[in-house]
């Protein structure tokens, strides 16, 4: 099942897609995608009662309210050896703001002074129910409601050189496209087992595969879990593969104009312009 809202910004509406591709309109079941409802929504739907959107609008970010983004660096093998980086030993953590979100192909905007703009394809993780102290990846699993696109873009001179953590690089206003849709995790028999592409302008910069991930998307969850509470509506960057521009001498960082698309396995397209602040 898809789960997505359309619309335009701040009125989005939900809609929902089963087996016939279909989108119908969810909002005789609830008013939108969001923390509450969410976790209902996943005990099954009687889809043919619902009536069919024919042409949806812009598609938004496929969940509002979003508690938190947990996002997780290095945690490709080939992406830390590209930017001569440590393979680590234990997740490294650090937290998104939600206010960064916006639609799958709604502008991004590079940062008054910024000169290393970069993209990260990365598979979000979305938390259907209340998780802390979780004992083992089976436990885990049975948390994860869906799963997303997520392009968490990165000022690497605000991130890197600027003295502090990573968030002053990773907070910045149109920093996480995410959608187009949520792909409930029945749908994704091995979330270890999906490809991920960006282009930048038409040049394929990123094409790995969630295999390469250094801690799985359930051992996440479960090593998240016991340092904070993940309620039903967050949402986890579980890393990017190889290919970024920090990592690749010479290819220049995103510049105002710049296209970007994005794309996983069974979780759609992203499709981006880049815009200056």
């Known amino acids: 099942m898809r789960l997505a809202r359309h619309g335009t910004t701040g009125s989005e509406a939900p809609l929902v897609s089963g087996p016939d591709g279909a989108w119908r309109d969810l909002r005789p079941v609830c008013e939108d995608l969001n923390p509450d409802t969410l976790p209902s929504l996943l005990d099954g739907l009687e889809l043919d009662a619902l009536p069919v959107v024919e042409r949806p609008g812009r598609f938004g970010p496929p969940l509002s309210g979003i508690g938190k983004i947990v996002c997780v660096g290095l945690n490709y093998r080939q992406h830390a050896t590209e930017t001569g980086a440590a393979v680590p030993d234990e997740p490294i953590i650090f937290l998104k703001s939600p206010d960064t979100v916006v639609g799958p192909d709604d502008r991004v905007l590079i940062p008054r002074g910024s000169l290393k703009t970069d993209y990260e394809v990365e598979l979000a993780v979305v938390i259907g129910r209340e998780a802390r102290y979780l004992p083992d990846e089976a436990a885990a699993a049975a948390c994860v409601a869906a799963y997303a696109i997520s ?43 999906l490809s991920l592409r960006l282009s930048v302008n038409g040049d394929i910069r990123q094409n790995g595969s969630t295999s390469d991930m250094v801690f799985g998307v359930f051992e996440l969850v479960r090593y ?54």
């Open 224 to 277: 998240l879990s016991q340092f904070m509470v993940l309620y039903p509506g967050d949402v986890i960057n579980t890393g990017t593969p190889a290919g970024v521009a920090l990592g690749l001498a010479g290819t220049p960082y995103l510049r105002a104009g710049d296209v970007v698309d994005v794309g996983i396995d069974g979780l759609g397209c992203q499709h981006q312009t880049f815009e200056q602040a």
């Open 151 to 193: 392009n968490d873009v990165s000022e690497r001179e605000f991130q890197l050189e600027r003295g502090g953590q990573w968030d002053k690089g990773k907070n910045c206003e149109t920093f996480n496209p995410l959608g187009p849709w949520l792909l409930t995790a029945d749908e994704v028999p091995d979330p270890q087992a």
